[in-house]
């Protein structure tokens, strides 16, 4: 779905397409894999043609927010926020406003550079004239440098500095580095554009940027020293000399964690620079910007003979998860190197490996989920795709004289071309395209943009491997385990100990020939009801094994793993219960040999082809091939269900061998204590004709009953995973295309979900349970009682419920908005975690309603947790750092990439409260609520009563009265209101409508029938002179007009106490009518005042007779 944006904001969107939810993890969702990106945004400042390509040149992301920053060779420049394609701001250098308001007549040192600080003017000639519009891009420095824009923001500080720092900035800018100055683009008021003077320079060229802690700006320059620059004292605080007179071309600054199970604490800040001889030194930066210089440098022009010192480094990248930096150079070449001498030696950085000279340009590196595994995408030949690489350790390298040199030596090893991308942007007529440049985000990693000569393009790296690890509890007295998945393997390790040097992983029997490693990574899944075993699946492959893992251990520091299980399978699903499983497997070709020589005769032959004879017919041909390869694509989709079950002794047994679901259009199964199916609907259904064993209709080549079980494996996996892509052979497109299928899941229009019960109905097919539903992207049941489940959308996350009486039926409960897609959640009874790339949130779930805590974010920042008794604070969230595991010694763990995990702490009190009242430990949550706040005492208040914890809700001493009334009323508690009434000080009501709290707790009294407390109540009320109001609302409330006389005479409205007399017996006082006379003859009376305003003169004298 391409859009473009023009000047002025203007867009230009095709028509969407329905959104089909693809559940993740499924042979669908892996197809992504093979396109190697998804694009999800194409921007551009004006429309493309063949004659007129794109005039960007260069992007940046921002650091938080989903911004892109892009700009020209003429200086204009755009700010989107891609994800929903419009343009944030637009500005200009040469025609902002403070450039027209300089002179006309500007001197030449005016032409260099505004005078004064941070100058409000800007005098126009700041860009160079040149003839060649290029000349801004390519400047006077060398071939490549480095990005030339940089976000300066709040957001952005913290972000790259990894600290929580006071708010000194309040400023959106856009630093821009030009071929002569540093400019700054204020993004809330665009036509303003200032600039450093040159004198804080020392008129030398700015060549790179970086921002160091507490705000303060580093300058790289032409002649090889760094400036540090403070915005906020506006001049050149300190200039460091980098120990090279070339130009410094990249800054990087390293925040680095000294202790890995706390991330959120930066030990240290390091900044790590590159010239464009080689020359790399790093200094240790203290939080005031001071600079002190780490012992040694890195020559890479001595480490590797080749380095093309002219070019120099184009990209320099910190990956915290693998604590390397990565250097890449316009040929192709990568340098790896280790950060960790920084931390534990004061030595600076280490050389650890090299990727010699490829056909790689303008490469950009992302790291894999593995250590030392990466993945390097550049800019294909053919220039309308780009190139993705994986990197493979080929040992040690050859360093001078033949002698082995201290670096290992990388090599390019799977690699493939990415679809065209001119064809989901509708420019295939485009001939001359070229791609530009590549960079990632710093925030989320698998985020790409591609500049290109037909625009910006936005995408989505889809060929990382995504499995996530496993976390099993083994019990009180055992330490969990974590199973992690790598190419073809399961690694174990045992968590909080040292796992024995002897533990070897366990190598899957299939999946070495996936065409990438995500596709060789299993999917693993343990057993709900028996820790002991494991799935492991490879969808691609359509391979699953069944692995257990030793129950009795000697040594608890090795475990050993065996297959007891290997089969054909896309997916595998769990009982919540029992040791059962579930395989979507391809139906077995039982009738196609029979017809397999019919179906070879009924293809038309071509007469004469071979001897130049008449082609007549070949159109049929053409047809005839296409129905059958679009009979073949319906045959492979064909699934069914077969379940197993685990016998005690470890053996499995088939319990129900082709389920029927009433649909053979099966695409992923979910476990559960109910089996979740997931059916589909495609554009193709009318024509298929293969989905029941008994079709009439036969497949050239599927005769699959007498080769080896090895060819059939082989087969099934290429017929499976070939009918992801249906319209290749059908429609004949090219391997270079962009179909649909990239975004929409082929020709797939519809998915729903189904839920079945797991034991087979006396017809012998699957009981189905309630209706169809919208088919999610994830599904997590609760763990415990098994009666909520979470399915997560692309916006939002629905909480389901289950009724077993009368029958038992899934309803819809809540519905959780979300910012983002949620990647990752976990149930602790009735408290679910939920995981975004933004961060973590808390979500208390009851029947009623639902209570959020913020837990965690990747943009916060803290040295410490809020106090015990407090609201927790939102805790530092790791990058990439999203699969959520279990809870464990009062931490939330969660998995990262390098096979390391990261913690949460839970040990906040409101958060165990919570947790406690959730699980129904409402006695003891009630003990850890009596030290709170009042604030915090309603909040949990709430809490109690969402649960149904009535009582324990109300008993909180510093509950505030309006909370504690309004529960008791909602539920009625008749006895504890008598109480409150009686005890508490309640304010004045100042009228008698009824809805002061004092009025609403009598009326729910009366409600209740309980007359004698209101009687009791009143005459409390009576005594009080400054609450007769309320005694009147009683008195009113019970219709006795005696106690209502009463009331009226406290507040001594003599007239409403005679009428209230009257009505209750015929005979008045004459003592309420002399007091009423007495009252008229008033000064004051109300009576003359309402005269007064009618003009006209009050009697002077009025008496009121019997």
């Given amino acids: 779905m391409a859009t473009t944006l023009g000047n002025g904001g203007s867009t230009s969107t095709t028509a969407p397409s329905a959104v089909v939810n693809i559940p993740n993890g499924s042979i669908y969702d892996l197809q992504k894999s093979l396109s190697g990106v998804v694009l999800l945004a194409y921007l551009t400042a004006e429309p493309v043609s063949e004659k007129k390509p794109s005039r960007l040149t260069e992007a940046t992301f921002h650091p938080v927010r989903p911004w892109l920053a892009a700009m020209d060779a003429k200086g204009a420049g755009f700010v989107w926020n891609y994800e929903t394609k419009e343009v944030v701001t637009e500005f200009s250098l040469e025609s902002s406003q403070d450039a027209a308001v300089a002179s006309m007549e500007a001197t030449e040192e005016d032409e260099f550079a505004t005078s004064g600080a941070v100058g409000t003017t800007t005098a126009k000639g700041i860009l160079q004239r040149s003839s060649s519009p290029t000349a801004y891009v390519r400047g006077s420095r060398s071939k490549v440098s480095a990005p030339r824009m940089l976000f300066y923001d709040h957001e952005a500080i913290n972000w790259t500095t990894k600290t929580s720092n006071d708010r000194t900035c309040y400023e959106d800018w856009l630093i821009i580095l030009t071929t002569t100055h540093v400019m700054f683009c204020d993004l809330n008021q665009p036509t303003v554009i200032r600039s450093i003077p040159s004198d804080d320079l020392l008129r030398q060229v700015p060549c790179s940027i970086e921002i160091l802690p507490s705000g303060v700006l580093a300058i790289g320059c032409l002649d090889g020293k760094i400036r540090l620059w403070s915005p906020a004292q506006r001049r050149t605080i300190e200039t460091i000399d980098s120990g090279s007179l070339k130009e410094v071309q990249q800054l990087l600054l390293l925040p680095l964690c000294a202790n890995e199970g706390n991330p959120s604490v930066v030990s240290a800040h390091f900044l790590a620079c590159a010239t464009v001889d080689g020359h790399m030194s790093t200094w240790k930066v203290s939080a005031r910007g001071e600079c002190v210089r780490v012992p040694g440098a890195v020559e890479l022009k001595e480490a590797y003979r080749s380095f093309d010192a002219s070019s120099g480094l184009s990209e320099l ?16 070449t990568v340098y790896v190197l280790d950060v960790f001498p920084l931390l534990r030696q004061n030595r600076t950085m280490m050389l650890t490996a090299i990727l010699p000279t490829t056909k790689l340009p303008g490469a950009t590196v992302f790291a894999g989920p593995r250590k030392g595994a990466y993945v390097v995408v550049s800019a294909a030949a053919s220039g309308a795709a780009v190139t993705i690489s994986e990197l493979l350790n080929k040992g040690r390298g050859v360093g001078r004289d033949n002698l082995p040199a201290s670096y290992h030596e990388l090599v390019v090893g799977a690699s493939f071309d990415s679809k065209d991308l001119r064809q989901p942007v509708g420019l295939a007529i485009l001939k001359k395209v070229k791609v530009l440049s590549l960079s990632g985000s710093l925030q989320n990693p698998s985020l790409l943009c591609c500049v290109t000569t037909f625009g910006i393009l936005v995408m989505k790296m889809t060929c990382l491997p995504s499995a996530p690890s496993i976390w099993i509890r083994r019990g009180a007295e055992k330490s969990p385990l974590l199973l992690f998945p790598g190419p073809t393997r399961v690694g174990i390790r045992i968590n909080g100990e040292e796992t024995s040097t002897k533990q070897e992983d366990y190598k899957l029997q299939s999946g070495m020939d996936a065409p990438n490693e995500k596709l060789k990574t299993p999917m693993l899944e343990a057993c709900p009801s028996n820790a002991a075993f494991v799935s492991a699946l490879l969808p691609a492959s359509t391979h699953v094994e069944i692995l257990q893992m030793d129950s009795e251990l000697r040594n608890q520091k090795s475990i050993n793993m065996h297959m007891v299980f290997s089969g054909n399978a896309i997916a595998v699903a769990w009982h919540a219960n029992k040791p059962r499983f579930a395989l979507l497997v391809p139906q077995e070709p039982n009738a196609r040999r029979l017809t397999r020589a019919a179906s070879n005769m009924s293809t038309p032959r071509r007469r004469g082809f ?17 129905a059958e390869a679009r009979l073949r694509n319906s045959m492979a989709r064909a699934m069914t269900l077969v379940m197993y079950e685990i016998a005690d002794d470890g053996h499995v047994q088939v319990v129900e061998e082709g389920c029927s679901c009433g649909d053979d259009r099966l695409l992923h199964v979910f476990s559960g204590p109910l089996l979740g199916v997931v059916k589909f609907e495609s554009e193709d259904d009318g024509g298929s004709s293969g989905s029941t064993g008994g079709s009439s209709t036969s497949i050239p080549g599927t005769d699959g009953l007498h ?38 899941g082929g020709d797939i229009k519809k998915t729903t979900l189904d839920f079945y019960e797991w034991e087979a109905s006396s017809n012998g097919g699957m ?7 919208d088919c999610p992207l994830l599904l997590e049941w609760e763990k415990v009682t098994h009666r909520f489940c979470a399915l997560v959308y692309p916006r939002c996350v629905r909480i389901y419920r289950v009724t077993a009486s009368p029958t038992v039926e899934v309803a819809l409960l809540h519905e959780i908005p979300t910012a983002s897609t949620v990647v990752s959640l976990h149930w602790m009874y009735q408290t679910l975690f939920l995981s975004t790339p933004e961060g973590i949130t808390c979500y208390f779930i009851c029947k009623t309603r639902f209570f959020t805590v913020d837990l965690a974010s990747v943009s916060a920042y803290t040295s410490g947790t809020s106090g015990p ?15 959520l595991l279990g809870i464990h010694n009062h931490r939330l763990v969660l998995a990262a990439p390098v096979q390391s995990l990261h913690s949460l702490d839970l040990s906040n009190k409101v958060l165990q409260c919570a947790m406690l009242i959730s699980i129904g430990q409402a006695d003891l949550a009630l003990q850890v609520a009596e030290h709170f706040g009042s604030e915090l005492s309603d909040w949990i208040s709430s809490l109690f009563e969402a649960f149904a914890f009535v009582t324990h809700a109300v008993r909180l001493s510093k509950l505030s009265l309006r909370l504690k009334v309004n529960i008791g009323i909602k539920h009625q508690l008749l006895d504890e209101l008598a109480t409150w009434l009686s005890t508490e000080t309640f304010p004045v009501s100042p009228d008698l409508t009824g809805t002061s709290l004092f009025q609403r707790a009598c009326t729910a009294l009366r409600r209740g029938g309980r007359k004698e407390v209101l009687e009791s109540l009143f005459q409390q009320q009576l005594a009080k002179p400054d609450h007769n109001q309320e005694a009147v609302f009683i008195a009113s409330l019970l219709q006795n007009q005696e106690l209502l006389a009463q009331a009226h005479q406290g507040k001594k409205e003599w007239g409403k106490a005679h009428f209230a007399a009257k009505r209750q017996s015929s005979s008045v006082s004459n003592d309420l009518l002399g007091h009423w006379n007495k009252a008229l003859q008033s000064t004051t009376a109300p009576w003359k005042a309402t005269l007064e305003q009618q003009t006209i003169r009050p009697p002077e004298v009025l008496t009121l007779l019997p």
Avoid at 725 to 740: R, V, W
């Fill in 610 to 626: 071979m001897f130049g004879g008449s082609t007549k017919g070949f159109g049929a041909e053409e047809a005839a091939a296409a």
């Fill in 767 to 773: 009981k189905r349970i309630g209706t169809g539903i």
């Fill in 707 to 744: 080769d080896s079980p090895s060819a059939r494996n082989k087969r099934t996996e290429s017929s499976v995973f070939g009918a992801i892509t249906p319209t290749a052979a059908a429609g004949g497109a090219t391997t270079g295309s962009f179909s649909a299928a990239d975004n929409d």
């Fill in 869 to 883: 008794l407090l609201y927790p604070k939102q805790q530092h969230l790791a990058t990439e750092a999203t699969t």
């Fill in 317 to 332: 990248k910190f990956h915290a998860h693998q604590l390397v930096v990565i250097a890449a150079s316009k040929d192709g």
